[in-house]
């Protein structure tokens, strides 16, 4: 089946930097999706993404859609603690009824 | 609107017991999902329904484990008998209709099974 690498596997940072993460695919998506989850929390949407070579931002967030289409970004820019949690990116296809697959996360760390 | 309701919270069972978890998606999804987070293994999707017929259930580990939705607005995923290694966080998710939607998660009953 289709499998997402996503990377880092983790990251520190100091309070106010950016940050950056990413997700491949071996396979095309037309959906890549965000998400952030809290400890004791499901995921949380952060951006959805719908077209090759979107780029769309929500606040500090920004997040593009690979012009291949197996590949997306999501940038965070001036980090603050409450950044902290695990991020996932999630590819879907159309022809799977809206199945996510989704990589394995980022755990963000972020010293005030 | 409430968002995904799941319930319990938290169960803790003894192994070979029977558990049920339940699911309320949200009103006017069409779709619904069923995943189980382990460190070891991250996100996994276990079943999928469209218009409450199970669609996709390949990723149900055992026999064990079983799933329904008999109407729009409850599922329940059930798992008999339990085992230790169930012991996980398990998210129901449901989803809109059309193609650019997405999937908002419930916020997952964390099961324990000693």
């Known amino acids: 089946g289709q499998q997402l690498n996503q990377s880092p596997q983790s990251m520190f940072i100091q309070e106010g930097e950016d940050v950056s993460m990413n997700c491949t695919s071996s396979s095309i998506f037309n959906t890549w999706l965000w998400y952030k989850q809290e400890p004791g929390e499901g995921p949380v949407l952060l951006i959805a993404?719908?077209?090759?070579?979107e780029l769309t931002s929500n606040g500090r967030l920004t997040a593009q859609f690979g012009i291949t289409r197996k590949d997306s970004f999501l940038n965070i820019s001036a980090s603050i603690p409450s950044d902290v949690g695990i991020y996932f990116c999630?590819?879907?296809?159309?022809?799977?009824?809206?199945?996510?697959?989704f990589g394995d996360g980022t755990t963000l760390t972020v010293k005030p | 609107d409430a968002g995904v309701i799941q319930s319990p919270r938290h169960e803790v069972t003894e192994m070979g017991q029977e558990v049920t978890l339940r699911c309320k998606p949200i009103?006017?999804?069409?779709?619904l999902f069923w995943y189980r987070q382990t460190m070891m293994r991250g996100l996994e999707l276990l079943i999928y329904f469209n218009n409450n017929v199970p669609i996709d259930d390949s990723g149900m580990p055992e026999d064990r484990f079983s799933a329904k939705m008999p109407n729009a607005s409850f599922s329940t995923l059930k798992i008999q008998p339990s085992e230790p290694r169930d012991s996980a966080v398990y998210f129901c998710a449901s989803k809109g209709q059309g193609m650019n939607t997405e999937a908002f998660f419930g916020q997952g009953t964390r099961l324990t099974v000693v």
């Open positions: 993404l719908y077209k090759a070579g």
């Open positions: 999630a590819g879907q296809l159309i022809t799977n009824a809206g199945k996510s697959t």
């Open positions: 009103s006017g999804h069409n779709s």
